[in-house]
Nanobody, 123 residues
């Protein structure tokens, strides 16, 4: 059982940056993987980025490649999402979740969702 709490969202202008944090507590396992997802108004929750808790391997949605970087600090049990060159279409509530599947980017394969943090990018 893992509990996740997202933070770091806010209002930024297009081209700006934010760093989101996903703080984990409770039981964590080396085989787990943490993913960032986002949900814009009226849209389905979609995959953004993920990182393996132990090995640190990462994957990104195409629209995030070159702009977003997911990282982790195992000592702090925290996963980060550095978001640069933000665009209005990045506006969404950002969530983190965890999965035992090592390669999945599917929403349905993740759980232990946090409460989300709002990211708003103005034009």
């Amino acid at each position: 059982q893992v509990q996740l709490v997202e933070s770091g969202g806010g209002l930024v202008q297009a081209g700006g940056s934010l760093r989101l944090s996903c703080a984990a507590s409770g039981r964590t396992f080396s085989s787990s993987r943490v993913g960032w997802f986002r949900q814009a108004p009226g849209k389905e929750r979609e995959f953004v980025a993920a990182i393996s808790w132990s090995g640190g391997s990462t994957t990104y949605v195409d629209s995030a490649k070159g702009r977003f970087t997911v990282s982790r600090d195992n000592a702090k049990n925290t996963v980060y999402l550095q978001m640069n060159s933000l665009k209005p279409e990045d506006t969404a509530v950002y969530y983190c979740g965890t999965t035992w599947f090592l390669t999945s980017t599917r929403v349905a394969d993740f759980g232990s969702w946090g409460q989300g943090t709002q990211v708003t990018v103005s034009s």
